[in-house]
């Protein structure tokens, strides 16, 4: 099946700083997908983004598709940031995830 | 609120007791899913299910079955539970796949933590 690998497994910022989180995918996909786990431990939806590039605010992610990679962008990083950010890849009935990328931003 | 709830948020039990999460989503779906976070937060499928098909992970023991009363409801139900299942179980849906695609966003309800002592 499908492999999903995110990297830097850990980040560490001050606030206001910029990152680039990756995910690598080892097969084509048709949907992938940027979660955002707080630290109550809700899943939130970044972004559905199969290819292309999408913007929310302060996040923006690209997918290339063809290259098997995604990247998550957070510009101006709060606080709030923090948390776990999962990249999930679907090719079959469901939704493979990757371990994820643990985020703490500080003041 | 449309979304995707469950019930309960937590749940503590013995070993060996037989236990359900409920799941129920608002959103007009035709696909529900159980998802298992472990303690190292890994996430990975457990069910997938629509009106016409169940599609089982084949690493799930069959101690955990899903059962859905109407669409709008994908329920969990496990039976004689060992320690191995203390985990937090997500449950998920997702639209049918628009023209020319062939799947959709998914998206998640607030999980269940479940402790077995």
């Known amino acids: 099946g499908i492999q999903v690998e995110q990297s830097p497994p850990d980040l560490i910022l001050q606030e206001g700083a910029n990152s680039t989180l990756r995910c690598n995918f080892s097969d084509s996909v048709n949907n992938l997908q940027w979660f955002h786990q707080n630290p109550w431990g809700q899943l939130i939806n970044l972004f559905y983004?199969?290819?292309g590039t999408k913007q929310n605010g302060r996040l923006s992610a690209t997918t290339v598709a063809t290259e098997r990679y995604s990247l998550l962008y957070i510009s101006s990083s709060q606080t709030t940031d923090s948390g776990v950010y999962f990249c999930?890849?679907?090719?079959?009935?469901?939704?493979?995830f990757g371990k994820g990328t643990t985020l703490s931003v500080s003041s | 609120d449309t979304a995707v709830s469950q019930t309960p948020k937590y749940l503590v039990t013995q070993m060996g007791n037989d236990k359900s999460i409920k799941c129920e989503q608002n959103?007009?779906?035709?696909?529900m899913y159980w998802y298992k976070q472990d303690s190292k937060k890994f996430l990975k499928i457990m069910f997938s299910y629509n009106n016409k098909e169940l599609i089982i992970n084949e690493t799930v023991p069959n101690r955990f079955s899903p059962k859905s009363p109407d669409k709008a409801h994908l329920n969990l139900h496990i039976n004689s539970l060992e320690l191995g299942d203390s985990a937090v179980y997500f449950c998920?849906?997702?639209?049918?796949?628009?023209?020319?695609?062939?799947?959709?966003?998914?998206?998640f309800g607030p999980g269940t933590r479940l402790t077995v002592l």
């Open positions: 983004i199969p290819s």
């Open positions: 959103l007009g779906h035709d696909t």
């Open positions: 998920a849906s997702s639209h049918k796949p628009l023209p020319g695609t062939l799947y959709n966003e998914q998206f």
């Open positions: 999930a890849a679907q090719a079959g009935t469901a939704l493979i």
